[in-house]
């Protein structure tokens, strides 16, 4: 069906039929509805739809990043991935007439081919940006080696397997696959080497696995969070584990409970509160200071930070549920005169 809709829109290489595609609503503005306007007898059509589609979305990114501030900026160049561009050619040559850039103005990073020749990596969530996957480097650290003495006396030292070295870079590859398999023999990896999931070697930037497995829903849901929530309950560092911060200039503070709220998973909320995530929680980096333009200001407090972004996938019947189960934890403490700080409802603001 994907493939017909493109030819459709190849087809059609212009269309006065409007799309505007916010049926989710827009994060500065959560409660704006998504339109189709100026429909006629000869525009209502497959090809006319798609196209106008097409045209809407890239008209959606242009209205946040107009080509004259590309340009005042110095910008001559477009670096774009992912399968939307890769599949969609309709789509390709909206972003090119919006971005009429100096050649090539788009390059589409191919996705890496599998056996059957398609990609199974799972495209990054929003907040996962390069920025953040950067790695912070490795500390100097101190190694024994306790088998020195076999090699004096002419002994074969044993060989350590890879596959009983969890290192930063495989955990944060098994979350982001999701796969739960992937993780199988960590808790006994961890105990038998007196480590913690808490435990620095385990953070980029602050960036835990746990950060990077919440930004790395499908369907609101990525198994290996309750696996590794377990496990660091078992090894006895839970209230480090969830509570560990970005320390980067642009996500500091930034905790596991904010992005749970950022992703709209109420139920990984719960669980995160109900493992000891402070509801305090302050995140004071330059991504969540206020700032002038149509970007959503995300704030800085996990209360009221997110409050619009419940609203804005239509779910403000689960508000008062998730304020309620705030109050009733243990680590909610403060949460009933944070509330009574709210004279004014945020969603009528």
């Not at 799309?19 to 500065?28: A, C, K, Q, S, Y």
């Not at 402070?278 to 407090?301: E, L, R, S």
Request: a positive charge; glycine letters at 8%.
């Amino acid at each position: 069906m994907y493939e017909k809709l493109i030819g459709c829109g190849l087809n059609q290489e212009t269309s006065d039929l409007m799309v505007r595609p916010t049926i989710l609503g827009e994060r500065h503005d959560p409660l704006c509805l998504g339109q189709v306007t100026n429909i006629s007898a000869s525009n209502l059509s497959l090809g006319h739809l798609f196209r106008a589609l097409c045209h809407g979305v890239v008209g959606n990114i242009t209205s946040m990043m107009p080509l004259e501030l590309l340009k005042q900026a110095g910008i001559r160049r477009i670096m774009a991935s992912g399968s939307a561009l890769t599949r969609n050619e309709v789509l390709r040559q909206e972003v090119e007439r919006a971005f009429p850039l100096q050649k090539p103005s788009l390059s589409t990073l191919e996705p890496s081919k599998t056996a059957g020749g398609l990609s199974m990596e799972a495209p990054k969530a929003p907040m996962d940006t390069d920025y953040q996957e950067e790695m912070e480097p490795t500390r100097p650290q101190i190694r024994f080696n306790i088998t020195f003495d076999k090699g004096i006396r002419g002994e074969q030292p044993q060989q350590k397997r890879d596959i009983s070295n969890f290192h930063i870079e495989r955990l944060f590859e098994a979350v982001a696959s999701r796969d739960v398999e992937k993780l199988d023999g960590l808790y006994q990896y961890l105990h038998r080497s007196m480590k913690k999931l808490s435990d620095s070697l385990y953070q980029s930037y602050g960036k835990t696995v746990l950060m990077k497995a919440l930004l790395h829903l499908r369907d609101g849901k990525n198994e290996t969070i309750e696996v590794l929530i377990d496990i660091s309950e078992r090894i006895g560092d839970i209230k480090e584990f969830v509570n560990a911060a970005y320390t980067s200039s642009y996500y500091k503070g930034q905790t596991a409970l904010h992005i749970a709220i950022e992703r709209r998973s109420i139920s990984y909320v719960k669980l995160l509160v109900s493992k000891g995530a402070d509801v305090h929680a302050k995140a004071c980096g330059k991504f969540f200071q206020p700032h002038d333009g149509p970007n959503f200001y995300f704030g800085i407090f996990v209360f009221f930070s997110h409050w619009r972004l419940f609203a804005s996938d239509k779910r403000r019947e689960a508000i008062p549920q998730w304020t309620h189960h705030l109050q009733e934890e243990p680590s909610g403490t403060g949460a009933k005169r944070i509330g009574q700080q709210a004279k004014v409802d945020p969603l009528a603001a």
